[in-house]
T-cell receptor, first 118, second 109 residues
């Protein structure tokens, strides 16, 4: 099946610095990717929809200036957590669909990125 | 608003069938029902999805009620590797997958 790869899988950064997380579709093109965040023992929370060549669409309550999303190519979306603070520590996960039609198709998820802000 | 209701947890014994229920009483006619599962510290994995008819694949079966207000994910023979959190998701017009709390499945040896 299709593969979505995230990098890094784990990162520790100092408070106030920025961290970039990459999400790549390895063997297919994805015009749309999704970013989720998951706190311990909680479910995935959708943060934003990343659209190739255009601005991301953020869910209500997600700060677009803090979580910068860039989808510059059909195989790469990046999430930058700017001025990270300890409360941003979480498990970040991306997903993509192999088909340009998202509905009625399976989503492929990355393995996730564990961010720890100290 | 995940718009689906699942039990918080369920237990099963190895090699026995497992029936994971999901209620989606406000589902509309064009909403798909998706199931994903997640192991600890991993991204979710697709299990199965359907619209109206029952669906089978190598991993599981999906039984959808005639009125579509509920569905059941069936694992025919549970293994220890099936222990995970199972999410039932209603995919509506926005096409986004919005996760609810899911059901944590424990498989006993």
């Amino acid at each position: 099946g299709a593969v979505v790869s995230q990098h890094p899988s784990r990162v520790i950064c100092k408070s106030g610095t920025s961290v970039k997380i990459e999400c790549r579709s390895l063997d297919f093109q994805a015009t749309t990717m999704f970013w989720y965040r998951q706190f311990p023992k909680q479910s995935l929370m959708l943060m934003a929809t990343s659209n190739e060549g255009s601005k991301a669409t953020y869910e209500q309550g997600v700060e677009k200036d803090k979580f910068l999303i860039n989808h510059a190519s059909l195989t790469l979306s990046t999430l930058t957590v700017t001025s990270a603070h300890p409360e941003d520590s979480s498990f970040y996960i991306c997903s993509a669909h192999e088909d340009s039609s998202i509905k009625n198709t399976e989503a492929f998820f990355g393995q996730g990125t564990r961010l720890t802000v100290v | 608003d995940a718009k689906t209701t699942q039990p918080n947890s369920m237990e099963s014994n190895e090699e026995e069938p497992v029936h994971l229920p999901c209620n989606h009483s406000t589902i509309s006619g064009t909403d798909y029902i998706h199931w994903y599962r997640q192991l600890p510290s991993q991204g979710p994995e697709y299990v199965i999805h359907g619209l109206t008819s029952n669906v089978n694949n190598r991993m599981a079966s999906l039984a959808i009620a005639e009125d579509r207000k509920s569905s059941t994910l069936i694992l025919h023979r549970a293994t220890l590797r099936d222990a995970a959190v199972y999410y039932c998701i209603r995919q509506g017009g926005s096409e986004k997958l919005v996760f609810g709390k899911g059901t944590k499945l424990t498989v006993n040896p």
